[in-house]
């Protein structure tokens, strides 16, 4: 693919100083990409942020330095009904840094478009629920990854990208590496989990990934150079969830994470461990757990009894 320089619309508005095809939702998503990690985010975050370039860019069908405020406004309107609250502020932040900081663009658009933040109560499976999840999934590398997703903790894509030299045996640790906010941490191993990985990895002996990404004829596991992508793991979930007569709503991957902090609490896990193996910031992010735990539901329900039997 023949590269070009990228054409300048007008002298106020300076573009970036790289050479490569305008015309390719790729190299657009590529170069965004790169810009997010200079400031600092992440690579697997920058990588989730540009991908809305690739999709602004496929669909306007014309380079960015080119589009119009109406453009863009209309493209915001096309996406605004198929993203939750969370999608939008990611969209929100891509299309202000790319416009505003990268293209030098003074959109009034850009200052306006805003989402307001939605305050959700998360889907919190029980352990028998957990179990009876675990019971119907029949494909080894499926249950294997769901089962460190909850008996880890792990957001989806820290699971991913568990290499077979992030697991200290000796130590019964993980070292989850990259996590949100481009953070390291060492969490607990379960001796179960620990045998079962090393179980598993046994299988495909892959040098680079514990869940190396499988080829269409399910071949070449060990030589795969990436790990599986989220949609595997997401569509198996949702194939699994059909046959267990679970009816709870919105049951995805990061459901199992929820499970696991609050299954913890009830075992009686102190918050500041928990904060640690969920790898939050604030204690205020892990307190939200704590009035989602049935003891904690239970005892403030005998509580307030017993405050109100002694009024006359």
């Known amino acids: 693919m023949c590269a070009q320089t990228i054409p300048?619309?007008?002298?106020?508005?300076?573009?970036?100083?790289?050479?490569?095809?305008?015309?390719?939702?790729?190299?657009?998503c590529e170069y965004v990409r790169d810009s997010f990690v200079l400031v600092g985010l992440s690579r697997r975050?920058?990588?989730?942020?540009?991908?809305?370039?690739?999709?602004?860019?496929?669909?306007?069908?014309?380079?960015?330095?080119?589009?119009?405020?109406?453009?863009?406004?209309?493209?915001?309107?096309?996406?605004?009904e198929t993203l939750n609250g969370s999608s939008r502020r990611i969209l929100y932040r891509v299309l202000r840094f790319l416009f505003h900081d990268i293209l030098k663009h003074d959109w009034e658009l850009l200052r306006t478009a805003r989402s307001k933040r939605e305050v959700t109560e998360p889907t919190i499976l029980t352990r028998e629920e957990v179990a009876h999840l675990f019971q119907a999934v029949s494909e080894p590398s499926l249950y294997c990854f769901l089962r460190t997703v909850y008996s880890c903790g792990l957001r989806l894509s820290e699971a991913l990208h568990i290499r077979p030299g992030d697991i200290d045996r000796a130590a019964g640790m993980l070292h989850v590496r990259q996590g949100k906010g481009?953070?390291?941490?060492?969490?607990?191993?379960?001796?179960?989990?620990?045998?079962?990985?090393?179980?598993?990895?046994?299988?495909?002996?892959?040098?680079?990934?514990?869940?190396?990404?499988?080829k269409r004829n399910g071949k070449a596991v060990a030589y795969a150079d990436k790990a599986t992508v989220p949609t595997t793991v997401q569509a198996g979930l949702r194939r699994v969830l059909k046959t267990t007569g679970i009816t709870k709503a919105y049951v995805t991957i990061h459901t199992l994470r929820h499970s696991y902090a609050t299954h913890l609490l009830e075992a009686g896990v102190p918050l500041t461990v928990l904060q640690k193996q969920l790898g939050h910031k604030n204690i205020e992010t892990t307190l939200r757990y704590v009035h989602l735990s049935v003891p904690a539901q239970i005892d403030a329900v005998a509580t307030v009894g017993e405050l109100m039997r002694a009024i006359p």
Not at 8 to 28: E, G, I, K, M, Q
Not at 189 to 211: D, E, S
């Open 8 to 28: 300048v619309p007008t002298p106020s508005n300076p573009l970036p100083d790289a050479r490569f095809d305008v015309h390719s939702p790729n190299a657009w």
């Open 45 to 80: 975050s920058a990588e989730t942020y540009a991908r809305q370039v690739y999709i602004l860019v496929r669909d306007v069908g014309k380079p960015p330095s080119l589009m119009t405020p109406e453009e863009v406004r209309r493209f915001i309107m096309d996406r605004h």
């Open 182 to 214: 481009a953070k390291d941490r060492k969490i607990i191993l379960p001796p179960a989990t620990l045998r079962m990985l090393g179980a598993y990895w046994r299988m495909h002996r892959n040098p680079g990934w514990i869940f190396p990404v499988r």
